[in-house]
């Protein structure tokens, strides 16, 4: 699988914008990319997936770099739940309905 | 709608015991997987089914793991011996079966296990 690289961590202020980074420079042209995020002690949740065009959802915004070598997920104005480990990764399609988890960003929200 | 269910949610034993993990899917999907998460290793995969048939157990430590789904609807995870170095939180997740680009995976609340 095509490996994605995050920063360890972030920080935001409460009611601000949050742009969490995240690099696949290997990327296949058939490869998805999804977010997952984890609340402390929970298990993790989805947050939002795509191919090549930018993404919205009631959770965030996804936005696909046009040579899709980078994504960047947006939450408009974070709030202290936010607060959690959000991870980047990439599906490989076909029947292998694994997802592999790296160690992903931990975002810290101020008040 | 009820989400994934697990349980125990926390189980504290001793070396050498026997650990049985139940997870409940959401109705009407037809992946199940087990995680392990642990400080070190992070989240890792475990074994994953596929209408209730096994398709990857490649993440398994050992012999002293094995799963099982019985049906659509439980499986199970278990230990047995049980060593210390088990200690960790056990994830189950499901998945609809669907096109790629649609592979979410819902997540239950853990199982936290202590082996003393």
């Known amino acids: 699988d095509a490996k994605t690289t995050q920063p360890n961590s972030m920080e935001s202020n409460e009611e601000e914008p949050v742009h969490l980074p995240c690099n696949h420079s290997?990327?296949?042209?058939?490869?998805?990319i999804h977010w997952y995020r984890q609340l402390p002690s929970q298990g993790p949740e989805y947050v939002i997936h795509?191919?090549?065009s930018n993404v919205n959802n009631r959770m965030a915004s996804l936005a696909i770099a046009e040579d899709r070598k980078s994504s960047t997920l947006i939450l408009h104005r974070a709030t202290l739940r936010d607060a959690a480990v959000y991870y980047c990764i990439l599906d490989s399609g076909g029947s292998n309905y694994k997802l592999t988890f790296g160690k992903g960003t931990l975002l810290t929200v101020n008040p | 709608d009820a989400g994934v269910i697990q349980s125990p949610r926390h189980e504290v034993t001793e070396m050498g015991q026997e650990v049985t993990l139940r997870c409940k899917p959401i109705s009407g999907h037809n992946s199940l997987f087990w995680y392990r998460q642990t400080m070190m290793r992070g989240l890792e995969l475990l074994i994953y089914?596929?209408?209730?048939?096994?398709?990857?157990d490649s993440g398994m430590p050992e012999d002293r793991f094995s799963a099982k789904m019985p049906n659509a609807s439980f499986s199970t995870l278990k230990i047995q011996p049980s060593e210390p170095r088990d200690s960790a939180v056990y994830f189950c997740?499901?998945?609809?079966?669907?096109?790629?680009?649609?592979?979410?995976?819902?997540f239950g609340p853990g199982t936290r296990l202590l082996v003393l």
């Open positions: 089914f596929n209408n209730n048939v096994p398709i990857d």
């Open positions: 997740a499901s998945s609809p079966l669907g096109l790629a680009g649609r592979k979410t995976q819902y």
């Open positions: 290997t990327i296949s042209g058939t490869d998805y």
């Open positions: 795509g191919l090549t």
